[in-house]
C-alpha cells in the first residue's frame, strides 16, 4: 500500500465522520468531528495572527483531555512540530525540554500551570491554559491581539457558516518531514528528544488499520489510559482510533483502579490497550480474591471440570473490562509470568506486543489467535526485526529494528544518535532477545542491566524479579549486585501486613521463606543473597518502570 499523507489522513476522517461524536472527558463534554474542525480552525488563526510559522515547535503538557487532544491536531494540521510532555515530569524537567526543544508556545494542563515558572523559559511567545485556550503568560503583542479578536477574526473568515468543504490540511511534502519531538523518559537519567517523522506516524497508523480495522468499526468506543505524551497512548489510544472514526474517552483524573473499573463498565470499550500495571491492577483486586479457596484450586486441577470453570473465569475476566472489546494488547514493560500464565490458560483475549519510542512505538506484535504466550510477537508491517547473536534462537542477542517507524534521530543530540543508529539503518534497541524460526521474538531483559555473575554468566535481573514478584507480601521489587552477591529490595504490600497485623517479625520471617522459595527456582549463578525490605515505593519513571539507575 503507498504511503498517504499523514494530515490528508486527518483530514479525510474529520470530513467522513463529521456528525459522530470523537472526544469526551470521561464524565464530562463531548466534542463531535466537526466541533474538532472548529476548534482547530479556531487555534490555526490563533497560531498564523500570532507569527507562528510551519516547522516551529509548539509543546503541550497537561493531562490527556478533549482540549489536549484538539491542540495537538491542530499543531500537526498547521505544519508546525508537536512537542508533547509527559504532566508527571517535574517542573524543572518541563523548563528543560521547552527549552531544549525550542518551543514557541506551550500548552499547560491546570495542574502544570501551578507548577511551571515562566521565567525558566525565557524564548516562548505564550503559554495557553489547555482547558479553554485562554492566555496564561503572553510575551508579544501579536498573540494578545489574536486571542482577544478570535471570534472575531473567525467570523471575518467564515461570514456564514463553518462546513466540511472548508476543511483543508496541506499535507507534509515528504514522510520524512518532522512531525514530533518526544522526550524519552528513560530509565537511565536524562531524557533525549525522539524526532518522529510523519512516515512513523503513519507506518504506525497503517499497521494498527491492517490488524485492528476490521475488528473495530467507526463510532465505537475506546478508552485512552496511558498518558498521550507517552507514544504508546498516543499511537494506539488516540491517532488510530481519531483516525479510523472512534469515539475516545479520555480519564482526565488520577486512573486509579477503581476508577478504570468504572470506566471500563461504562464505556465498554472495542480494543484495549495497557500496560501490565493496569492488568495486573484489576486481576489482583478483581478477580484472584474469589480464586483463593480451596475447592476452586481442587477443581482446576480436574481436566474434565476444569474447562468448564476456566470458561467461567475468563468470562468474569472478560465482564471485569467491560465485555465487549475484541482483545487486549499490552506492551510498555515486562508482563508478570504467573499473571501471563493464568490469562492463558483460562483462554482469555490478550496478546503482548513490543516497541520503543524510537519507532514510534511498534516494532512486534501479533494477534491474540497466534500470539505465543512468553513472546512479543513477531516482526510488524513496514519493519524488520533481527537479533544481533551468533545464534540467535539459542543466544540472546542485542534486538535491532529497521524501516518506516524508525525515527529520524535525536533533536541536537548526533553522538546519542550515532550510538543507536548505525549506517545501514538499523535501530539499536538495547534490549536482549531470542527469535524462534516463526520469527516469535523472546525479550531476555534490556543489554544495560545485565548483571556478570561470578564465571561470566549473564543474569538478567528482571527475570529474577518477575519470579520474585509473584511470592507473598511482594508488591515489586529489583535485583541488585553488590561486590559478587546478588541482593534483592523488595516493597512490600502494606495493605496485607496491615490487614494481616503482622508484626516486623513475621514479615522478615516471611521474606526469608520467599528467598529460599525463590532460589529452589533459580540456577546457582543467579541465588539471592539476602533481601532487604524498603519502606517506600520505588521511584518511578512515567512509564512506571523503576529507575534502577538510584539503586545500584
Same mark, same amino acid.
Given at each position: ?21 470523537? *472526544? ?27 507569527? &507562528? ?10 493531562? @490527556? ?10 499543531? !500537526?494540521?498547521? /505544519? ?17 525540554? &521547552? ?5 514557541? *508556545?506551550?500548552? &499547560? ?14 524564548? !516562548? ?20 491581539? %489574536?486571542?482577544?479578536?478570535? @471570534? ?40 533525549k528528544g525522539v524526532m518522529i517523522p510523519y512516515r512513523a506516524l503513519w507506518g504506525n497508523y497503517d499497521f494498527a488499520e491492517h490488524v485492528l480495522g476490521g475488528h473495530v468499526k ?10 498521550? #505524551? ?20 479520555? !480519564? ?21 490497550? %495497557? ?23 481442587? *477443581? ?32 510498555? #514493560? %515486562? ?24 519507532? %514510534? ?15 512479543? /510477537? ?72 545485565? *548483571? ?41 504490600? #502494606?495493605?496485607?501486613? #496491615?490487614?494481616?497485623?503482622?508484626? @516486623?517479625? &513475621? ?46
Amino acid at each position: 500500500m503507498d504511503m498517504l499523507p499523514f494530515r490528508s489522513i486527518i483530514e479525510k476522517s474529520i470530513i467522513d465522520n463529521w456528525n459522530r461524536d470523537a *472526544l469526551t472527558d470521561y464524565k464530562g463534554a463531548t466534542l463531535q468531528y466537526h466541533d474538532v474542525a472548529r476548534k482547530i480552525e479556531k487555534l490555526h488563526i490563533l497560531f498564523e495572527h500570532s507569527g &507562528v510559522r510551519k516547522g516551529d515547535r509548539i509543546a503541550l503538557c497537561g493531562r @490527556n483531555s478533549t482540549q489536549w487532544a484538539v491542540a495537538f491536531l491542530a499543531t !500537526l494540521t498547521y /505544519g508546525a512540530t508537536a512537542v508533547p510532555i509527559l504532566h508527571e515530569f517535574t517542573a524543572d524537567q518541563i523548563h528543560h525540554i &521547552v527549552n531544549h526543544s525550542e518551543s514557541k *508556545l506551550l500548552f &499547560v494542563g491546570d495542574v502544570v500551570a501551578t507548577q511551571i515558572d515562566a521565567t525558566a523559559m525565557p524564548h !516562548l511567545e505564550g503559554i495557553i491554559n489547555i482547558p479553554d485556550y485562554s492566555l496564561a503568560v503572553s510575551r508579544t503583542d501579536s498573540l494578545t491581539n %489574536a486571542r482577544e479578536n478570535l @471570534n472575531a477574526f473567525f467570523g471575518q473568515k467564515y461570514p456564514k457558516y463553518f462546513r466540511q468543504q472548508h476543511v483543508k490540511y496541506e499535507a507534509e511534502q515528504s514522510g520524512d518531514e518532522l512531525a514530533l519531538i518526544n522526550y524519552t523518559s528513560g530509565t537511565t537519567g536524562f531524557s533525549k528528544g525522539v524526532m518522529i517523522p510523519y512516515r512513523a506516524l503513519w507506518g504506525n497508523y497503517d499497521f494498527a488499520e491492517h490488524v485492528l480495522g476490521g475488528h473495530v468499526k467507526p463510532g465505537d468506543s475506546t478508552i485512552s489510559i496511558l498518558p498521550m #505524551a507517552h507514544m504508546y497512548g498516543m499511537a494506539f489510544e488516540f491517532i488510530f482510533e481519531f483516525l479510523h472514526g472512534c469515539h475516545v474517552y479520555f !480519564l482526565n483524573r488520577m486512573p486509579s483502579p477503581a476508577i478504570i473499573a468504572q470506566a471500563f463498565a461504562d464505556v465498554r470499550p472495542a480494543i484495549i490497550i %495497557a500496560v501490565p500495571l493496569v492488568i495486573e491492577k484489576i486481576i489482583k483486586k478483581k478477580v484472584l480474591p474469589k480464586l483463593q479457596n480451596g475447592t476452586l484450586k481442587f *477443581l482446576l486441577k480436574t481436566p474434565i471440570i476444569s474447562r468448564k470453570i476456566e470458561q467461567k473465569i475468563c468470562e468474569q475476566v472478560v465482564q471485569a473490562f467491560g465485555g465487549r472489546f475484541y482483545e487486549i494488547i499490552i506492551g510498555g #514493560a %515486562a508482563f508478570n509470568q504467573e499473571v501471563e500464565s493464568f490469562l492463558h490458560r483460562i483462554g482469555f483475549p490478550y496478546t503482548v506486543g513490543y516497541g520503543a519510542t524510537e519507532c %514510534a512505538p511498534i516494532i512486534c506484535y501479533q494477534d491474540y489467535h497466534s500470539y505465543v504466550p512468553g513472546s512479543c /510477537g513477531k516482526a510488524v508491517i513496514h519493519m524488520e526485526v533481527k537479533i544481533d547473536s551468533p545464534d540467535p534462537r539459542n543466544v540472546a542477542g542485542e534486538i535491532l529494528a529497521r524501516g518506516m517507524n524508525v525515527m529520524l534521530g535525536y533533536y541536537k543530540n548526533p553522538e546519542a544518535t550515532e550510538e543507536v543508529l548505525d549506517a545501514e539503518g538499523w535501530y539499536h534497541t538495547g534490549d536482549l532477545g531470542v527469535m524462534d524460526e516463526q520469527g516469535n521474538v523472546f525479550i531476555k531483559g534490556r543489554s544495560k542491566n545485565m *548483571l556478570l555473575g561470578s564465571n561470566g554468566q549473564n543474569i538478567y535481573p528482571e527475570e529474577i524479579e518477575d519470579k520474585m514478584n509473584s511470592l507473598p507480601l511482594v508488591t515489586e521489587s529489583i535485583v541488585v549486585q553488590r561486590e559478587e552477591k546478588l541482593v534483592a529490595l523488595v516493597y512490600p504490600d #502494606a495493605d496485607e501486613i #496491615a490487614q494481616q497485623r503482622m508484626s @516486623n517479625e &513475621v514479615v522478615q520471617q516471611q521474606m526469608e521463606q520467599n528467598r529460599q522459595d525463590l532460589n529452589s527456582l533459580l540456577p546457582a549463578y543467579c541465588k539471592i543473597s539476602s533481601i532487604e525490605i524498603r519502606t517506600s515505593e520505588f521511584e518511578k519513571t512515567p512509564k512506571k518502570s523503576i529507575k534502577r539507575y538510584l539503586y545500584k
